[in-house]
């Protein structure tokens, strides 16, 4: 465990000494604080009409503020992690630090985990960028606050996914430029995967439902803890860091 | 402490390495050369545990380097070819990172980072970054990372590549002090590197081991004849008419010539000592004898005899080469 958080240190370390983590940290701030507003208007504007209709208490600050915000901006990330997961692995073997960490005393699982833990960390630096705004409601409102951790658990479960996903792509390639395209074109796919469920037969459409990673988010913002889908999303990051190893192994038999 | 077994490599239809066997005891400095291409690096890549073996065994420290990696990786240290360092990472920070995930206990380890920086002599550049450092430092932070948990076997690819004539010494010092609790392998295709620092040398061309032996060893064993350099201030024709005549010279050529000087090597029957007779000879006529020494098959010749022997011998192994 030691050796892998001692990876995940290093990686971390890694993402803020170059500027990528400053880029997406910036540009999620940027994109989320613009969500936020716009829809915070639009709550505003909304509650007046209520409270000239005398039904103020109709409103919820959780319902129809904090789970639009987190389920727009959750697109984002769609763009902006395949840049955290793109280096991991292929800037080791490009610049041959591979070979440091394949001959240390290391297990294979020790260092995808610590990578894996490493841009989790980078994610939950992120998500942290959205605290305030969140905090602001309090400080205003009175939004329930259990929801608000749910959806945050929700948040981090799917990233987990994407970067699994990442993790997986990157340990493919040497090139950074052909891992975040890769990436990002499997996290598109995922993410839409479901729209041509309308038109899909009744068994099909519940299997492309099923498989749309960013589907699942919807009960966690609701506050719900639903098992299917802590089952889905758990499964999926095991899945993803199991064909990282299959993939590293492979690597290292073909020389 | 080191020990190959039969061990070959195949990248797809390429042998990189074909039935390579060799040990290496307690505290020995193995020389591991050969040509670019050989499959140096192919071999040391199995012995740290980087890539398997297509056939064949590898042990360092007793260990299997395939059944029990961890343990055998706990007791190597590795230098590849290119320093493996993070850019964007100093060089304190790097090397922390590398004790941490070397198993250095925390309580040692800024005493060993200490040593080990001292050691390589790279305490003045502790603050900068690695993407920053000349060849020469990244070369030797890349060899402080290698000691850093004090491993009984260190594997050093091509220490000395690309450095600068003072820091070429310095290196093979420091491996050569290294070598009496470290059991060393090194590869290399500048000879003089060999000799200077090994106990003994593996030659290996095209993937499979021509010749091991001590370098004293190897350059007696390939020396066929004794070879004089006999230089006179006399004219060509007279002087190698003169030299052949010597009792025990069985050739004579004539190798450089300049007013009026002339160079010539005389080979004589193989351990018999005519530099008294040449002497005589050359001083008898009158001549000025301005120098007479003998002639030691340099490490290139004996790599380059070894080399084409290789070639020559039936059966070669067909063309194989991958770095």
């Not at chain 1, 039904?55 to 763009?79: C, D, H, K, Y």
């Not at chain 2, 061990?7 to 290496?24: H, M, Q």
């Not at chain 2, 006399?234 to 009026?260: C, F, I, K, N, Q």
Request: with cysteine; charged share 20%.
């Amino acid at each position: 465990m030691s050796n892998a958080l001692a990876i995940a240190r290093k990686e971390l370390k890694g993402y803020f000494a170059s500027p990528i983590a400053y880029i997406v940290i910036g540009l999620y701030a940027l994109m989320f604080g613009w969500f936020f507003y716009n829809l915070l208007l639009y709550f505003d504007r909304q509650s007046m009409q209520m409270a000239g209709l005398g039904g103020a208490g109709a409103m919820n600050v959780n319902e129809q503020l904090i789970r639009p915000v987190f389920l727009n901006t959750s697109v984002i990330f769609l763009f902006v992690l395949p840049m955290i997961t793109m280096r991991t692995y292929a800037e080791e073997k490009r610049s041959g630090t591979i070979e440091l960490l394949l001959t240390s005393p290391l297990t294979d699982l020790q260092i995808i985990a610590g990578k894996f833990l490493g841009a989790i960390g980078l994610y939950a630096a992120m998500l942290a960028v959205t605290v305030p705004h969140v905090a602001l409601l309090f400080l205003l409102g009175d939004p329930e606050w259990i929801p608000i951790v749910i959806t945050y658990l929700g948040m981090l479960l799917m990233g987990g996914c994407f970067i699994s996903v990442g993790l997986f792509i990157s340990s493919m390639t040497k090139n950074q430029i052909v891992a975040v395209m890769a990436t990002f074109t499997v996290f598109l796919m995922l993410w839409v995967i479901n729209w041509i469920a309308s038109f899909a037969g009744p068994r099909t459409q519940d299997i492309l439902n099923y498989l749309s990673i960013t589907d699942h988010l919807d009960d966690f913002t609701r506050g719900v803890i639903d098992t299917k889908h802590l089952v889905y999303y758990l499964s999926f990051i095991v899945f993803g860091l199991y064909l990282t190893m299959r993939s590293v192994d492979a690597e290292r038999w073909r020389g | 402490m080191i020990e190959v077994q039969h061990l070959t490599k195949r990248y797809g239809p390429l042998t990189a390495v074909d039935d390579v066997s060799f040990k290496a005891e307690r505290g020995e400095i193995l020389g591991f050369l050969g040509p670019n291409g050989a499959g140096k690096t192919t071999t040391m890549r199995v012995l740290t545990g980087y890539m398997p073996p297509t056939e064949g065994k590898a042990f360092v420290a007793g260990y299997d380097v395939l059944e029990q990696p961890l343990e055998a990786k706990r007791r190597t240290g590795y230098l590849p070819e290119t320093p493996p360092l993070y850019p964007d990472m100093t060089v304190r920070d790097y090397l922390t990172f590398c004790a941490r995930i070397k198993g250095v206990p925390r309580s040692e380890r800024v005493s060993r980072l200490r040593t080990v920086m001292e050691r390589t002599a790279i305490v003045d550049v502790a603050g900068r970054y690695c993407g920053k450092l000349s060849k020469g430092y990244r070369q030797r932070v890349g060899l402080a990372q290698a000691l850093l948990h004090n491993p009984e076997v260190l594997i050093l690819d091509e220490p000395t590549a690309g450095l600068d004539p003072k820091q070429i010494i310095e290196t093979r010092r420091l491996i050569k002090e290294l070598g009496g609790d470290h059991t060393i392998v090194l590869s290399t295709h500048i000879l003089p590197e060999v000799s200077q620092t090994c106990n003994r040398i593996v030659i290996i061309n095209r993937g499979r081991v021509v010749a091991v032996d001590t370098p004293d060893n190897l350059t007696a064993r390939l020396r066929g004849s004794e070879t004089m350099y006999v230089q006179l201030d006399a004219l060509g024709a007279d002087a190698e008419a003169a030299l052949s005549t010597v009792p025990g010279v069985t050739r004579v050529s004539a190798s450089d010539r300049r007013d009026g000087i002339t160079g010539f090597e005389v080979e004589s029957e193989h351990g018999r000592d005519v530099r008294r007779e040449l002497a005589a000879a050359v001083v008898g006529r009158g001549w000025g004898l301005l120098e007479l020494r003998p002639l030691r098959m340099s490490l290139e010749e004996i790599f380059l005899q070894v080399i084409t022997e290789d070639a020559a011998a039936p059966g070669a192994a067909p063309e194989a080469a991958h770095e």
